[in-house]
């Protein structure tokens, strides 16, 4: 480690940690960053920028960082994009610098730089447009290869990611002094407080100077801070942690680096997202220090003050010979700290000429850095004093451009900050988010005592708002130097001069965006893409706002803020979606038959988040078809047994239930006589079908209505609505049982013989009937109703009871040359039937549209009635529901297929229909559909020309009746 | 000022010092023939046809920001044309038309990049939707390929074949859809617009809107009167506001949708792709950030800003789908403005008062109508006749029930 | 964002489904003209401001009829649609 | 005839599961009535059950009754008295739900993970109907350290698995502490 010094206050020296980087081993210590352990092995040069491929090297020690960004091995493979200034140092950490190639110190895209003078601002606006096959082709490709920072690896992201709650009295945001106050202030009175800090060390900006609190050593102080917090039980400290979003109601995004930093996290997350609620917040995030726009600023070796700094106390790095260029007395006192503690600081360079100072070293009041030389790391600058120019050899520039107030996160709800001249910054103003107060430098307080004051201020205002007595605190001595400064925003010289680093927008872009008019603050951001990289613009808006203030004449404040929005920083995708790959994005519903069917072999498909199985699969079956065939033909011929308790069961109990179903029906149910059912459809209020099913009357006040399957939650939603919103005070409940019944489907020729078996004596039941049944000791319905157009029942029991239930079912069943059957017979057998699914019920069909207009009573008000009485609802010129068959029966027909006219071109302006559902029937040796078609009920015998181009099918197909099998129904009455 | 790359060899030579603005910024003038309030992506299209198409360039655009600053300016740039209901097929096939002759037209490159569009699909049911959608994508004569499950992993192996709670059955090709620079439409619409004369009025915003007897005479703004015979509303994200100041009440409701960029990749999607079984979309900008989105957050609402539950609902999905972007960070979010119908579907037509005209109500798919809706919003205003494929957007069509429904999930209106 | 069910309090966004304005409450006579059932299912006077919305509480099965604001989100009541108007 | 066998809806699950400091079992089968005053009946309810709960009441009369949403409680338990059926609609869905309990000084933390809800601030018994990840959830807060957590029963194996992930890294960081 060729750059180290003696101490650091973050490093455990005695550790050794090796690590990779660019695949050259190195060492560092333990509580090295990525960053400060490659600046102490003299590496300076971590990466290239964005559009021309420049050198670059780190140019902070915070998450801000627009520079340092690597590519890190983590869960057997690369990340893109991660800051180096944030990435503790582990044992076997692998990283590689990123956006160059062959190598960082070799890169081909480098020659970009040379022809900056075309690749100026939105320059691609102006070009690539001849000829225009050539964007998709060529140019788009080129550039997109261009663009881009790291590389995302195609594999599944693997790592383990945590989401997680948090609720307390008061939020901090930030454990600096001001932090560190409020948390220490708020903790004694008893809050529920939790104190988040990015870093890995609490302390904020005392753990990086060297000043006395109290008469002893800033970091002494912090760790008696934290000691007495420690302790305490409400006060919960959250090291590691960046808040990255404000939201309604007290809600605070975070997220937690939980074992990114950690050779062997074991099955701890990577990271994890935290969703906090406080009932206040207050944010004491600091400041950040800004650069100086000047020639050449982009070069490694080039670092704001603030950087080097925490780089030499912290991890004690050493700079070499330190050049620094700052505008205000906080820079040149840290020069002098610095200095003292034995950095070699070449120059100190001010633009101010009323200052000066007795320093050990060079100072040039009224000077400016207007060059930098060195191709892969800084060498020398050259400085313009009075006029003249001088060189000084150095290996590290630090910048200091005055002191930014960290405030995004006030303006996350759309306010604006205020601008305050005496700091040549924005601050927050209170009340920008309900809860939220800045405080400390977050707010322009800068000195450390004053933070120290801000902080307890702070905190009793936020406990007075909590209704907590704030205890007697006294304030602890600290520096409370002044803090002045002569804004310098660029230095006007030859050269490009940058702004955003990372993007890689000049001084020259801005200018030049006001020169195209692009002179409204958001529009010089979109046509420069200032702000826009990975650093959001951390470093570099406030500069780009005062070149374009300069630009176009105006002020600052008038020119105006471009919008923070969250994240404030980069949040990962994995983190905020945690725990949603695989099965874990939605929940699971099986029913109680799921395991036997399984290991019955049938491929399970989803239906809503339940699964129900397709077929049932046998030895020597040539495809799916061959079991969905056989299955149609048990329910056909013999007995099938199939699993419905997907269907939603809604219990609509009380003396107005019937009162209340005939005003959600388009029919009447509270004419129905107990034991007996009804098919039943309901309309939106918009006058269209929301859903169809069945509605049992089990006893005078007790009524059973079934869903579908898809709309079973819906259907639930809507009457709880038309009961509370329209029904107030009628006596009435409902009640979802869904999941308390297992119930079968028992269908066929001999589903009489296999009930026989069951309950002993099969109840003389008409169709649309039902009774309560025993089975053995158990209570259960059935229900003699058919989905098949066969001789059915459903059979319903607890749902204990379902999964033995369906294993008799089926042996019995099988027993008589029959069997389970699934969906893909299921749909069939309703094709067949010309019962309709969601697949007709396509949330466009009306009543009419089915043919089911006589099913809307015309005696009393019910949901969507009135709108479906509109003109455009009705009439011929409405798409009908029909049956289709094909000319030849062998020709395959599948849903989705348009219809025309027979001599008709395949146009939009000629389409009469399209078909919903369509199957082969092994019962009448044809393939069957179901469509719906431009006056379709007048027009049954006419044929029509199917094509379904996406397939390659066209048939010549005629209407009919949906109804194509056993259209008297006697099947299924007897 | 023609833009070409010889331009910019120049330009670059001699120091860049030559380039003028890409628009004037004129006071408004007390009279125009015709006011267009909203400098959009609509309303500035709606301006360069009225001066390309109908030669009437006695117009102004009056915008109460800057010019694209609303949801032309936030979006998740989609381009497409795969609809399936009569009504809306024609007008977004006539867009991508325009679209793909963009570039040409305005001489300012928008990067319209037809890379590909694929609709996932992840069951039976939803296979059988998007086969329906697919003819009748061809039979409006665009272009559109079924792919099998096989199909789409050759085309997108990194999704999730092996262990996603919904497996993906397949997928809806439409090759000629793709993405565009959502901010280079606005400003090639503005600098066509300007060049033929249109006046562009930023930071103008409209108070009041004058009616005599039924028939429009202009509006009141911050920068003054404006008289005018004919004035079109194209203010989506807004549009009730301004409406009401005509008095009229409308069938929309405003709600947020939000959508994120991450930080910069190397090329690692190619397409946009969008998740059948839950609301994501998601395509690679050209600067490299990854463009997504998913549902509303379903709240009326005017802040422009989400919240956290939605932005779980969308990284979910995404997850769910392609969990190699689990490593990508999030690097920005924002939230727009959208205009929500009754029945998904926009409204290009007269309104009761005589001259003045409306162009709402576009839901959250108003980026890719842009071309066809400034098309025929010009029509419109300046023959007093709809334009052929914009005939069915009607602003009556709720209370008669002529629908344009294609999510089929009725009158409500956070649903579309 | 969390909003107070009036039957579990303040809880979670997500546990709640908005259907829109709270116009929906307000229906028609079943012989009202056809104008005032285009007004009921689809015209809102979409305010910016103070509004009052629908929402569902499903995991207690409340509606209620929130206040709210479109531009602040601040949230300042609800009552159940139940004990509503 | 044929007389049926019960099955659990944990079948095939593994619990109980046990990672660090938190402990998950299921809930033996217990008889469950949903119980839903009519308009105007809840005094004359009340006064026939020995009370009926208020939103998040847990009433220990001769049953356990559990408020579990808008007028609506679940009676846990056997011997519902006779009658009711005048002042209430009453459904059984002692089949319908699926309960675990979690147990152990990492409880509150791992439903931390799930649960977008302060629990330290419940009353000792009280219940919530919330959503546990995407699931639907009654949780009865039994102690500052045990929870009663419902779902349906078709989700019971989400259920499991959405607590096993969770408990599995609230345990791995508190090895890593």
Known sequence: MKRRVTGGSALDRGRAVRFHFDGREMTGCRGDTLASALLANNVRLMGRSFKYHRPRGVLTAGSEEPNALVELKRDGTFHPNIRATLQELHSGLEARVQNCWPSVRHDVMAVNDLFAPFLSAGFYYKTFMWPRAFWERLYEPVIRRAAGLGRLPRAHDESLHERAFAFCDLLVIGSGPTGLMVALTAGRAGADVILAEEDRQMGGRLLSQAGQIDGQGAEDWVQGVLAELTAL????????????????????????????????????????????????????????????????????????????????????????????????????ASAQVLADQGMQIAAYIDPREDVAGDTPFPFHSGGEVVATRGRHGLREVTIRVRGRESRIACDTLALSGGWNPTLALTCHHGARPVWDEAIAAFVPRPGMVPGLEAAGAARGRFSIAACLADGVEAAQAALAELGLKAPDMVLPEAEDSAYALRPLWQVKAKGRAWLDFANDVTTKDVTLAAQEGFASVEHMKRYTTQGMAPDQGKSSNMGALAVLADATGGSIPETGTTTFRPPFVPVSIGALGAGAKGAGFRPERRTTSDAQARAMGAPMIEAGLWYRPSYFPQAGDADWRTACNRETGFVRQTVGVCDVSTLGKIAVQGPDAGRFLDFVYTGTMSRLAVGRVRYGLMLREDGHVMDDGTCARLNEHDYLVTTTTAAAGEVMQHLEFVQQAFCRGWQLRLASVTENWAQMAVAGPLAGEVLGHVLGEVPDLPFMGYCPVQIGAVAGRLFRISFSGEKGYELAVPARFGADLFRHLVALAEGLGGGAYGMEALNVLRIEKGFITHAEIDGRVTAFDLGMQGMMSSKKDFIGRAASQRPGLTGPERMQLVGLRPSDPQAGIAAGASLFQPDAPATAAHVEGHVTSACYSPTLGTWLGLALVVNGRARHGARLRLEDGLRGQRCEVSLCDPVFFDPEGGRMRD | MQFSGFRILKEGLAGNRGWKPHWRKPDPKPDYDMLIIGGGGHGLATAYYLAKNHGLTNIAVLEKGYLGGGNIGRNTTIVRANYFLPGNSEFYSHSLKLWEGLEDELNYNVMHSQRGLINLFHSDGQRDAFARRGNAMLAQGDDAILLDREGVRAILPYLDFEQARFPIYGGLYHKRGGTARHDAVAWGYARGADQRGVDLIENCEVTGISVESGRVTGVSTTRGEIRARKVGIVTAGRTSQVAAMAGLRLPIESHILQAFVTEGLKPCIDHVISFGMGHFYISQSDKGGLVFGGDLDFYPSYAARGNLPGVEQVMEAGMALMPMIGRAKVLRSWGGIMDMTPDGSPIIDRTPIEGLYLDAGWCYGGFKAVPASGWCMAHLMATDQPHPVARRYRLDRFATGHLLDEEGKGSQHNLH | MYLPCPCCGWRDMREFTCIGAADYCDRPEADAPPEAWDNYLHLRDNPAGPARDLWYHAPCGTWLEVARDTVTHAVTGSTAVEEAG | MIELSASDPFAGLHLPLVHGAARLDSVPPVRITAIAPLPGQTEALASALGGFPAPGEVLDTTLRLVWVGRGQAFAFGEGLPEGLERHAALSDQSDGWAGAQLEGADAQAVLARLVAMDLRALAVPSSVRTLLGHLPLLLVKQSETAFDLWTYRSMAGSLSHELDRAMRMVAARRALA
């Open chain 1, 233 to 332: 039980p409400n006060v919960r400290l959250m090291p590691r942690t960046s808040i990255f979003g404000t939201y309604d109601g007290g809600v605070f995004g975070a997220l937690e680096r939980v074992g990114q930093h950690l050779a062997e996290p074991g099955l701890a997350p990577r990271e994890c997202y935290w969703r906090i609620t406080a009932r206040r917040a207050i944010l004491a995030s600091g400041a950040l220090e800004r650069p100086i726009a000047h020639p050449g600023n982009d070069r490694p070796g080039v670092m704001l003050l603030s950087a080097v700094a925490s780089y030499w106390h912290r991890w004690a790095v050493d700079p070499g010979r330190v050049v620094v260029f700052g505008n205000n007395d906080h820079a040149l």
